[in-house]
Nanobody, 125 residues
Framework: QVQLVESGGGAVQAGDSLRLSCAASGGTFSRRAMGWFRQAPGKEREFVAGVSWSGGTTSYADSVKGRFTISRDNAKNTVYLQMNSLKPEDTAVYYC??????????????????WGQGTQVTVSS
């Protein structure tokens, strides 16, 4: 059983930055792909960014490409999402999730099995 705890969300102004963290425990974090997703009110949960189990491959949604950076520290069992140049449309609850063992980046949320409780990000104009 894997437990994921996100942190780092908050309320910021457009153009500001935030760094989200997701700490994992109780499982094989270092051997799993990881992903960040977000869900705005009334919308489907969508893929934001993902990193392969080795950290060698990353992928981003077009809407965040060039502004967000995903990284992982396997020694700390933590995955990060650095968010720069935030926009009001980035407002959502952000979730991290674990993907399959020894997997490359997965963009389909149905391939992720364990999820954190989410952290709110609110960007005002």
């Amino acid at each position: 059983q894997v437990q994921l705890v996100e942190s780092g969300g908050g309320a910021v102004q457009a153009g500001d930055s935030l760094r989200l963290s997701c700490a994992a425990s109780g499982g094989t974090f270092s051997r799993r792909a990881m992903g960040w997703f977000r869900q705005a009110p009334g919308k489907e949960r969508e893929f934001v960014a993902g990193v392969s189990w080795s950290g060698g491959t990353t992928s981003y949604a077009d809407s965040v490409k060039g502004r967000f950076t995903i990284s992982r520290d396997n020694a700390k069992n933590t995955v990060y999402l650095q968010m720069n140049s935030l926009k009001p449309e980035d407002t959502a609850v952000y979730y991290c999730a674990t993907g399959p063992l020894f997997s490359q980046v997965m963009t389909n949320k149905n391939t992720y099995d364990y999820w954190g409780q989410g952290t709110q990000v609110t960007v005002s104009s």
